[in-house]
């Protein structure tokens, strides 16, 4: 058999299309604040993207160019400003920042209101209390979106999610628990890997290790989420050999288009959200 590639393009354009419609019926445009620190290539393609994906749902994006050498004082005092400016919705800071600025210090700094990647430590513990309404952080809650397109009721089944990052593995690994899976966080630590990942009806690989999950990994008719992006000398590879995972699995995500288009989704979607919470009747 061959398994189903789950398209996050696909998915993530569905969304869009209907919080367009959403934003349609509302009073005023969303805004979203996006902050990046310094002139790292990859985090300007970022944040170019997520302004595209603004535009064409009808979000209005709003980015702030902090040159490399801003302090800690003054990007403090454009993180206050921006909490305190009704307009502004939603509150982003792109990622890495300068090596003299601490992302740990930084981003509580965020209101959790406007905290629509959902890091602030508020949100957070909300998560783990099975807050509905707590913004979830939008790669493990594009994730979740995925794997329900495939299985809406995962009730039960057997996860391992291989990463246990504040950004990706333990957040999903929440959210499986919510869902009721029984989840399994492993790491570089774990012992008999592939034996543990043959476990996993649902497998999830975040670890930044091209090509690291194999067909011994994997458990036949099993559902397979890459969140990996690594460049190699051979071109964009995930976590997980898709050729391998195309014969054993039932379901897998390609890389490109599988887990990054959700997660630019899901950062929209959180961002209507936060205007719809701060502008209730």
Same mark, same amino acid.
């Given at each position: 058999m061959t398994a189903q590639i789950l398209d996050g393009k696909k998915l993530a354009q569905t969304v869009k299309e209907e919080l367009k419609t959403?934003? /349609?019926?509302?009073?005023? %445009?969303? %805004?979203? #604040? @996006?902050?990046?620190?310094?002139?790292?290539?990859a985090s300007e393609i970022y944040v170019r993207n997520k302004e595209k994906a603004c535009q064409a749902v009808g979000i209005a994006p709003q980015t702030h160019k902090l040159p490399a050498e801003t302090s800690k004082e003054e990007l403090a005092a454009l993180i206050k400003r921006l909490n305190n400016t009704p307009d502004i =919705?939603?509150?982003?800071?792109?990622?890495?920042?300068? %090596?003299?600025? =601490? %992302? #740990?210090?930084? $981003?509580?700094? +965020?209101?959790?209101?406007?905290?629509?990647?959902?890091?602030?430590?508020?949100?957070v513990g909300k998560l783990?209390?099975?807050?509905?309404?707590?913004?979830?952080?939008?790669?493990?809650?594009?994730i979740i979106k995925l794997i329900k397109s495939a299985k809406p009721d995962i009730t039960g089944l057997n996860a391992v999610v291989i990463g246990r990052s504040q950004i990706v593995g333990l957040p999903v690994a929440h959210l499986l628990l919510n869902e009721n899976c029984t989840v399994t966080v492993a790491h570089s630590k774990t012992?008999? $890997?592939?034996?543990?990942?043959?476990? /996993?009806? +649902?497998?999830?690989? #975040?670890?930044?290790?091209?090509?690291l999950v194999t067909k011994e990994y994997i458990k036949p008719d099993s559902l397979i989420i890459d969140v990996g992006i690594n460049r190699t000398a051979n071109g964009l590879k995930g976590d997980v050999n898709f050729a391998d995972a195309l014969e054993t699995a039932a379901?897998?995500?390609? @890389?490109?288009?599988?887990?990054?288009?959700?997660?630019? /989704?899901? $950062?929209?979607?959180?961002? @209507? /959200?936060a205007y719809l919470k701060q502008n209730r009747p």
């Open positions: 959403k934003i /349609a019926a509302l009073p005023s %445009a969303p %805004a979203l #604040a @996006v902050i990046i620190v310094g002139t790292d290539p =919705n939603g509150i982003l800071i792109q990622l890495p920042l300068p %090596a003299h600025l =601490n %992302a #740990a210090e930084i $981003l509580p700094l +965020i209101s959790p209101e406007k905290d629509v990647d959902g890091f602030h430590p508020v949100n783990l209390q099975k807050d509905t309404e707590t913004f979830i952080p939008c790669t493990p809650k594009g012992k008999n $890997l592939p034996e543990l990942c043959r476990t /996993a009806d +649902i497998l999830v690989a #975040a670890v930044g290790k091209p090509e379901y897998v995500t390609p @890389v490109p288009g599988g887990v990054g288009p959700m997660t630019i /989704a899901m $950062l929209l979607d959180n961002t @209507v /959200a």
